[in-house]
């Protein structure tokens, strides 16, 4: 089943990843992404693996949809429709 859902990994010590993550919780859309940490609790998840830079937005296939930092504006939501 597939779903709107952006799951953001990221990894605590990533200044990058920290502004991504203060974004979304500012966001009227954040209840549309699922963060995972990638160097913590969730490093043994599926989407956490093969990650090139922090943070990757992948879409609920896995697929990486941006690699690095983006602001949240139309144009990136749009990739996950």
């Not at 200044?15 to 009227?28: C, F, L, R, T, V």
């Amino acid at each position: 089943m597939s779903d709107n859902k952006i799951y953001v990994v990221g990894a605590n010590w990533c200044g990058y990843s920290k502004k991504m993550y203060a974004e979304i919780a500012a966001s009227p859309h954040k209840d549309r992404f699922v963060i995972l940490e990638a160097t913590g609790a969730d490093k043994d998840h599926e989407f956490c693996k093969n990650i090139r830079g922090y943070p990757t937005l992948k879409n609920s296939k896995g697929e990486v949809k941006q690699t690095g930092y983006a602001p949240i504006t139309d144009a990136l939501l749009a990739k996950f429709n």
